[in-house]
């Protein structure tokens, strides 16, 4: 969500639910406000003071401010308008005209006409008189849009006191007495001990042809094949599901899976979109960077640190420092208004999305609300914020801020020789040289031969000049896009603090915000997390950012640090529950990407402690988590339907059985494909025709971008204000944001998409064509099909219905199709594509 987008979102949520952030002195009460008393402020009021009043009567020097208060006089909350100025209170609720502000507006008394510089308009005026009248209703009057030095404390103690900040304790494992269920691990007994309480049981264990479909999608994204299942059903042991959980971990079809979990947190895309939708394209070398991070089990938090601080890390050897730079991709993949006018702007915009991403990626707080204001929900002051929001105006993301500007990239063996770069551009200018002259010859009529002949004689030369640079330059290094240190000559982003922009402006700053962590969680007392000096050119200038004291670096590395030590409150929380939400298809919190006060408070608290202690107790070690779930009793609980327990919990929060989950876009894809026996298994690289920085799709132009590959989705482009259809069809992320939980809707555009889509079709045909290859009958065939797609054996109800399907389509096709080879491969086509659109296909119970 782009920084305007953000803030409208905000002042919505406000309307909706406002609660002070910072506890300072009370202001008078204020009274009881309606949502369209509170939606009228924020559209016309507080806009009118922003723009008309806060430069003059805004914060003092003495608190950050820039000028004096005229009349002594603060417009920035409520009760300052009801203490006043020198001339006494400015406003009177309920009564306009006796209030000074209204006639300072009017222009009615010499000596107090407000703005000096211009009159109001007649409508603002008479908005200002409607809100006075209507009693000065000022939304959430106790949060300061720039809060000075607080008199009281800066948190409340129910504030300090949520769950989310508490620091991860270890709980007690529940006793339970006589299970009547089975027990296999201790998240057993955290979950059979809430469902004791609430009187209530789990259902019966899944069978074995469930367990192994459920768990194979789960881990790789696609289905088991007939003979993994068969394997499975026969082995008796007790370690026979455990054997089964090693082998998927094991795959390399497991990264393919959860790399694309994480990529929809990361905002993952091969475009930029918005505005200039140019191609990213060396975005996929982030991509599989973290399908091979998933693969090798790298620890979480290290995995953590290389994405926001790779380039800062050491490394033992190119390779190593190859992957750490492509680490850093992360911050660079968001969306960024490319044209924007305003490059101070731009810069703190781009520096917003990173720090938004990185709040809710790793700790599940929605920083960005605290861009404008104090945070409305969470106890975020705006200070904070611009203390974190520094680390990343002090990194460089941009190659620079050019109308169109480009993502930065860089080469893990450096920047080239000014003269080996030098003939690299002129190699790409004598490309697109030639590449017009061909568009030139092409538009020429075959009888202006002379005019031809010229064109061709031009193109010739300079393919001859192609030819001998690309024979002289060595290869390429692989670039890949990254970020660095900020510098003076990188658009100005040598790290230095930042200014408190009051309502999210540069142009007003307040308060200097130092180098620290959100004071909620690394206290109030903290030491700045980078050193820093007086910097002699910290000076307020129109039109520009106002910067204060110098860092020795970004801070990336510390923050990233300081998000990975073991005793940071929320980082193994969170990941702890986007595994757990991925395997149960809902959350112990049900908001993943918000741990904060508007978000769901966990079902199970001391199951999801006692997890992350866990997790970080096993190195960080995302398959020992998996493990750790899916060898419980509750993971292999059967989704058995019980009319006690579902009125009392409807919702299944308890868990008292599996909930049945519908397969994603991907999965749904790639399992048609594997079915058909058409996957093409190939990984990595990209599938981007696009060249690197080159529209994708504009007003102008259609978008180049082809899916008609037979790989994993995984793999196929994502296109920023053009996603795949497929993708659409099937809840796929709004790529823009960081998504940590998809939407899964049923709707009927997604039947009609299977029985209608090309794509769905061709498999259909590709599957029935393996069918019918092996001598037998249609019986067998039938039930080979149940087999490949459905991971159990057709009924004899199943069989029949389907013989019956396939000989009657077939008769149906007679008038049509007079080949019968042409109409038994098309029968047994529609019946194929009959099984992709059922629900068992594309869901998984």
Same mark, same amino acid.
């Given at each position: 969500?782009?920084?305007?987008?953000?803030?409208a979102?905000?002042?919505?949520?406000?309307?909706?639910?406002?609660?002070?952030?910072?506890?300072?002195?009370?202001?008078?009460?204020?009274?009881? +406000?309606?949502?369209?008393?509170?939606?009228?402020?924020?559209?016309?009021?507080?806009?009118?003071?922003?723009?008309?009043?806060?430069?003059?009567?805004?914060?003092?020097?003495?608190?950050?401010?820039s000028?004096?208060?005229g009349?002594?006089?603060?417009? #920035?909350?409520?009760?300052?308008?009801?203490?006043?100025g020198?001339?006494?209170?400015?406003?009177?609720?309920?009564?306009?005209?006796? +209030?000074?502000?209204?006639?300072a507006?009017?222009?009615?008394?010499?000596?107090?006409?407000?703005?000096?510089?211009?009159?109001?308009?007649?409508?603002?005026?008479?908005?200002?008189?409607?809100?006075?009248?209507?009693?000065?209703?000022?939304?959430?009057?106790?949060?300061?849009?720039?809060?000075?030095?607080?008199?009281?404390?800066?948190?409340?103690?129910?504030?300090?006191?949520f769950?989310?900040?508490?620091?991860?304790?270890?709980?007690?494992?529940?006793?339970?007495?006589?299970p009547?269920?089975?027990?296999?691990?201790?998240?057993?007994?955290?979950?059979?001990?809430k469902?004791r309480?609430?009187?209530?049981?789990?259902t019966?264990?899944?069978?074995?042809?469930?367990?192994?479909?459920?768990?194979?999608?789960?881990?790789?994204?696609?289905?088991?094949?007939?003979?993994?299942?068969?394997?499975?059903?026969?082995?008796?042991?007790?370690?026979?599901?455990?054997?089964?959980?090693?082998?998927?971990?094991?795959?390399?079809?497991?990264?393919?899976?959860?790399?694309?979990?994480?990529?929809?947190?990361?905002?993952?895309?091969?475009?930029?979109?918005?505005?200039?939708?140019?191609?990213?394209?060396?975005?996929?070398?982030?991509?599989?960077?973290?399908i091979?991070?998933?693969?090798?089990?790298?620890?979480?938090?290290?995995?953590?640190?290389?994405?926001?601080a790779?380039?800062?890390?050491?490394?033992?050897?190119?390779?190593a420092?190859?992957?750490?730079?492509?680490?850093?991709?992360?911050?660079?993949?968001g969306?960024?208004?490319?044209a924007?006018p305003?490059?101070?702007?731009?810069?703190?915009d781009?520096?917003?999305?990173?720090?938004?991403?990185?709040?809710?990626?790793?700790?599940?707080?929605?920083?960005?609300?605290a861009?404008?204001?104090?945070?409305?929900?969470?106890?975020?002051?705006?200070?904070?914020?611009?203390?974190?929001?520094?680390?990343?105006?002090?990194?460089?993301?941009?190659q620079?801020?050019? #109308?169109?500007?480009?993502?930065?990239?860089?080469?893990?063996?450096?920047?080239?020789?000014?003269?080996?770069?030098?003939?690299?551009?002129?190699?790409?200018?004598?490309?697109?040289?030639?590449?017009?002259?061909?568009?030139?010859?092409?538009?020429?009529?075959?009888?202006?031969?002379?005019?031809?002949?010229?064109?061709?004689?031009?193109?010739?030369?300079?393919?001859?000049?192609?030819?001998?640079?690309e024979a002289?330059?060595?290869?390429? +290094?692989?670039?890949?896009?990254?970020?660095?240190?900020?510098?003076?000559?990188?658009?100005?982003?040598q790290?230095?603090?930042?200014?408190?922009?009051?309502?999210?402006?540069?142009?007003?700053?307040?308060?200097?915000?130092?180098?620290?962590?959100?004071?909620?969680?690394?206290?109030?007392?903290?030491?700045?997390?980078?050193?820093?000096?007086?910097?002699?050119?910290?000076?307020?200038?129109?039109?520009?950012?106002?910067?204060?004291?110098?860092?020795?670096?970004?801070?990336r590395?510390?923050?990233?640090?300081?998000?990975a030590?073991p005793?940071?409150?929320?980082?193994?929380?969170?990941?702890?529950?986007?595994?757990?939400?991925h395997?149960?298809?809902?959350?112990?919190?049900?908001?993943?990407?918000?741990?904060g006060?508007?978000?769901?408070?966990?079902?199970?608290?001391?199951l999801?402690?006692?997890l992350?202690?866990?997790?970080?107790?096993?190195?960080w070690?995302?398959?020992?988590?998996?493990?750790?779930?899916?060898?419980?009793?509750?993971?292999?609980?059967?989704?058995?339907?019980?009319?006690?327990?579902?009125?009392?919990?409807?919702?299944?929060r308890?868990?008292?059985?599996?909930?049945?989950?519908?397969?994603e876009?991907?999965?749904?894809?790639?399992?048609?494909?594997?079915?058909?026996?058409?996957?093409?298994? #190939?990984?990595g690289?990209?599938?981007?025709?696009?060249?690197?920085?080159?529209?994708?799709?504009?007003?102008?132009?259609?978008?180049?971008t082809?899916?008609?590959?037979l790989?994993?989705?995984?793999?196929?482009?994502?296109?920023?204000?053009?996603?795949f259809?497929?993708?659409?069809?099937?809840?796929?992320?709004?790529p823009?944001?960081?998504?940590?939980?998809?939407? +899964?809707?049923?709707?009927?555009?997604?039947?009609?998409?299977?029985?209608?889509?090309p794509?769905?079709?061709?498999?259909?045909?590709?599957?029935?064509?393996s069918?019918?290859?092996?001598?037998?009958?249609?019986?067998?065939?039938?039930?080979?099909?149940?087999?490949?797609?459905?991971?159990?054996?057709a009924?004899?109800?199943?069989?029949?219905?389907?013989?019956?399907?396939?000989?009657?389509?077939?008769?149906?096709?007679s008038?049509?199709?007079a080949?019968?080879?042409?109409?038994?491969?098309?029968?047994?086509?529609?019946?194929?594509?009959?099984?992709f659109?059922?629900?068992?296909?594309?869901?998984?119970?």
């Amino acid at each position: 969500m782009t920084a305007p987008l953000r803030r409208a979102a905000c002042v919505v949520a406000t309307l909706l639910l406002a609660a002070p952030c910072v506890a300072n002195a009370a202001p008078p009460a204020a009274p009881t +406000s309606t949502p369209a008393d509170d939606e009228f402020f924020e559209k016309k009021i507080r806009p009118l003071f922003a723009d008309h009043c806060i430069r003059c009567h805004g914060t003092p020097p003495a608190n950050g401010g820039s000028k004096s208060l005229g009349g002594g006089l603060k417009v #920035t909350s409520r009760a300052d308008l009801l203490k006043g100025g020198e001339t006494g209170p400015s406003i009177v609720p309920g009564k306009p005209d006796k +209030s000074l502000l209204i006639k300072a507006v009017e222009y009615t008394e010499e000596g107090m006409k407000m703005p000096p510089k211009g009159k109001l308009s007649d409508q603002q005026i008479a908005d200002l008189t409607k809100w006075v009248k209507s009693g000065a209703a000022w939304p959430n009057d106790t949060a300061s849009v720039n809060p000075a030095t607080p008199t009281g404390p800066l948190f409340t103690p129910e504030q300090k006191a949520f769950w989310a900040f508490q620091p991860v304790r270890l709980p007690t494992v529940p006793e339970i007495q006589n299970p009547k269920s089975e027990i296999r691990n201790e998240i057993d007994r955290f979950v059979l001990a809430k469902l004791r309480d609430a009187q209530l049981s789990p259902t019966a264990p899944a069978d074995k042809r469930t367990l192994i479909r459920r768990v194979t999608f789960d881990l790789t994204g696609l289905p088991p094949s007939p003979e993994e299942v068969d394997a499975f059903l026969k082995d008796d042991s007790p370690k026979a599901f455990e054997k089964v959980v090693d082998r998927l971990l094991a795959s390399p079809n497991y990264g393919e899976r959860w790399a694309r979990h994480w990529l929809d947190v990361a905002r993952y895309a091969d475009s930029n979109g918005l505005d200039e939708n140019t191609a990213f394209g060396n975005a996929w070398r982030y991509r599989d960077y973290v399908i091979k991070s998933f693969n090798a089990d790298k620890p979480y938090d290290r995995f953590l640190k290389e994405q926001l601080a790779g380039d800062l890390l050491p490394a033992d050897s190119s390779a190593a420092r190859m992957e750490q730079l492509t680490a850093t991709g992360f911050l660079s993949l968001g969306p960024k208004v490319l044209a924007e006018p305003d490059k101070q702007k731009m810069l703190l915009d781009i520096a917003d999305e990173q720090l938004d991403t990185v709040g809710k990626a790793f700790m599940g707080l929605t920083l960005g609300c605290a861009r404008c204001h104090d945070h409305k929900f969470d106890p975020i002051p705006t200070r904070d914020y611009y203390s974190l929001l520094a680390v990343f105006t002090s990194t460089r993301t941009m190659q620079n801020l050019n #109308t169109v500007a480009r993502t930065f990239e860089r080469s893990p063996d450096g920047p080239e020789k000014p003269e080996i770069k030098a003939d690299r551009q002129k190699l790409e200018q004598l490309r697109k040289d030639v590449r017009k002259l061909e568009s030139e010859f092409s538009k020429l009529p075959a009888t202006e031969k002379e005019k031809r002949a010229e064109i061709a004689a031009k193109a010739d030369e300079k393919r001859a000049e192609i030819k001998k640079l690309e024979a002289a330059l060595p290869p390429a +290094s692989p670039m890949v896009l990254a970020v660095e240190e900020g510098s003076s000559g990188a658009y100005g982003t040598q790290g230095r603090n930042l200014y408190v922009q009051i309502r999210g402006t540069y142009s007003t700053p307040g308060a200097e915000a130092p180098a620290v962590f959100p004071r909620i969680i690394a206290g109030e007392d903290q030491k700045a997390f980078i050193e820093s000096k007086s910097n002699a050119a910290d000076k307020l200038e129109a039109n520009k950012i106002r910067y204060g004291a110098l860092r020795t670096s970004s801070g990336r590395k510390e923050l990233a640090n300081w998000l990975a030590d073991p005793a940071h409150p929320l980082t193994a929380r969170v990941m702890v529950n986007r595994i757990w939400q991925h395997h149960f298809g809902e959350g112990l919190v049900r908001s993943p990407d918000n741990f904060g006060r508007l978000g769901d408070r966990p079902t199970h608290p001391e199951l999801l402690d006692w997890l992350a202690v866990q997790f970080v107790k096993n190195g960080w070690s995302m398959k020992k988590l998996h493990k750790l779930i899916l060898l419980s009793a509750t993971y292999q609980m059967s989704g058995t339907h019980d009319a006690k327990a579902a009125l009392a919990d409807p919702e299944n929060r308890l868990l008292w059985r599996f909930n049945r989950q519908r397969l994603e876009a991907e999965a749904v894809r790639d399992s048609m494909l594997v079915v058909a026996g058409t996957l093409d298994h #190939t990984t990595g690289g990209t599938l981007l025709t696009n060249g690197n920085f080159e529209y994708v799709t504009n007003d102008q132009s259609k978008t180049r971008t082809r899916y008609d590959s037979l790989r994993r989705s995984i793999y196929l482009p994502v296109i920023r204000n053009n996603v795949f259809d497929f993708f659409q069809a099937f809840d796929f992320v709004e790529p823009h944001v960081g998504t940590g939980k998809r939407a +899964s809707t049923v709707i009927a555009s997604q039947a009609l998409y299977l029985m209608n889509n090309p794509f769905v079709t061709e498999q259909a045909k590709a599957f029935a064509d393996s069918l019918l290859k092996p001598e037998g009958n249609d019986e067998d065939r039938v039930k080979s099909a149940y087999l490949r797609a459905l991971a159990r054996p057709a009924t004899d109800e199943d069989v029949s219905r389907a013989v019956s399907f396939i000989q009657r389509y077939d008769a149906a096709l007679s008038t049509k199709e007079a080949d019968a080879a042409t109409r038994r491969t098309k029968a047994w086509a529609a019946w194929c594509q009959v099984l992709f659109a059922s629900s068992e296909f594309v869901y998984v119970n």
